[in-house]
C-alpha cells in the first residue's frame, strides 16, 4: 500500500486547509486510516481516523470540533478538513493506514505535509 499525502501550507491563524491523502495498491482488506501530526521537537500524536469504509469517525481532543476527516471509498482517498487553524496545529501531517483491527498499530505511511499556521 502506498500513501501520498498533499494539500499543506501556509495559512493564517482562524484559516482553513484541506489535506489529502491517495492510497494505491493492494487496498482491499484495510481496516483503517488515520492522521498523525508531528511538531518541530515534539512526539508524533494521533489527529484522526475513520474505518476504510468511510464510517466511524475519531478526534482526538485537541482538534475535535475544528478537523473533520471523510473519505471518498471510490478514489480511495482520505481527507482532512482543518478549520479554525491555531499555530499550535503547525506540524507535518502523516496519513497512515492499517490492517489491523486489533492492535490499532498502522503499517502503511505517506510521507508528511507540513502545515504552518501563522498566528
Known amino acids: 500500500v502506498q500513501l501520498q499525502a498533499s494539500g499543506g501550507g501556509l495559512v493564517q491563524a482562524g484559516g482553513s486547509l484541506r489535506l489529502s491523502c491517495a492510497a494505491s495498491?493492494?487496498?482491499?482488506?484495510?481496516?483503517?486510516a488515520g492522521w498523525f501530526r508531528q511538531a518541530p521537537g515534539k512526539e508524533r500524536e494521533f489527529v484522526a481516523s475513520?474505518?476504510?469504509?468511510?464510517?466511524?469517525?475519531y478526534y482526538a481532543d485537541s482538534v475535535r470540533g475544528r478537523f473533520t476527516i471523510s473519505k471518498d471509498n471510490a478514489e480511495n482517498t482520505v481527507f482532512l478538513q482543518m478549520d479554525s487553524l491555531r499555530p499550535e496545529d503547525t506540524a507535518y501531517y502523516y496519513c497512515?493506514?492499517?490492517?489491523?483491527?486489533?492492535?490499532?498499530?498502522?503499517?502503511?505511511w505517506g510521507q508528511g505535509t507540513l502545515v504552518t499556521v501563522s498566528s
Open positions: 497512515a493506514a492499517r490492517r489491523n483491527s486489533v492492535t490499532g498499530q498502522y503499517e502503511f
Open positions: 495498491g493492494r487496498t482491499v482488506g484495510l481496516y483503517a
Open positions: 475513520i474505518s476504510w469504509s468511510g464510517i466511524n469517525p
